[in-house]
């Protein structure tokens, strides 16, 4: 039986130590089949820190949340030993024991999703990785809930990978494309809950993070997502 997880990370490489730092957390997993995928979305190439630490690069262009996010699945889709997919974002990490808690949940289920809690983490920046602990996000899965309201990173949840070869991100949004997908993979399957706290969301004071830059863009996503949402109200496979 296969049990490879593949982690995509997607980087524009521009957080160069945090994406250090990231790929560090995925090879200290106490899981034994736990591969990184990298999809390198900005100029130039990595650098050798990161190039020693994962084997697996993809080099999309463009549009580059969307489309570096399927370029990794691609590549997942390709790897025959690869069972599950989960996702880091370069700035975040996962604890040792996070794959294989989300892996352990998933097997002993039907269902075809697990999500996992995450503390959010406030202060960190370039020079400060370890800010202060100020929420955990460790709230039961409700697909209406989730239809008004995305709470958890992307992180947080373990993907067979047969479900994507159905379901990606679609390359038509530019934010809000994680949220997106989670709704569409609800309408087909039970998310299960693997409960405990196995990694950090950071939230940096510099306004550095993806959605701070974008505030405008997120703001208006969230409500446009709201009322096209409305429509899989009450149609998640779990309520």
Known sequence: M????????RTLGDRPRMLVEALRSISNQDHPDTTA?????????????????????VFPRGRWRTRAGNAGIKRALELDDVAYVTFLDD???????????????????????????????????SENQ??????????D??????CNECKRPNHSFLIRKGLLAL?????????????DLWVRLSCRTEF?????VTAEYRHRLDGSNTTRRQKEACER???????????????GVTK
Not at 43 to 54: I, M, Q, S, V
Not at 100 to 119: F, K, P, T
Request: proline fraction near 4%.
């Open 192 to 196: 299960v809950h693997a409960p405990g």
């Open 141 to 146: 899965f409700s697909h209406d809930d989730l």
């Open 37 to 57: 995928i990298v999809a390198w979305d900005g100029p130039g190439l990595p650098n050798f820190d990161a190039l020693d630490l994962c084997s697996e690069w």
């Open 2 to 9: 296969n049990r490879c997880v593949a982690v995509v990370v």
């Open 167 to 179: 379901e990606q991100f679609d390359q038509s949004l530019d934010v809000s494309e994680d949220w």
């Open 91 to 125: 700035d975040d990490v996962i604890y040792p024991n996070h794959v294989s808690n989300l892996v352990s949940v998933l097997e002993g289920s039907q269902a075809g999703v697990a999500y996992s809690d995450s503390c959010i983490v406030v202060g960190c920046d």
């Open 221 to 235: 996503a969230v409500a446009m997502n709201r009322a096209r949402f409305k429509k899989f109200m009450m149609g």
């Open 130 to 139: 370890h800010g202060e602990r100020w929420k955990i996000l460790d709230d």
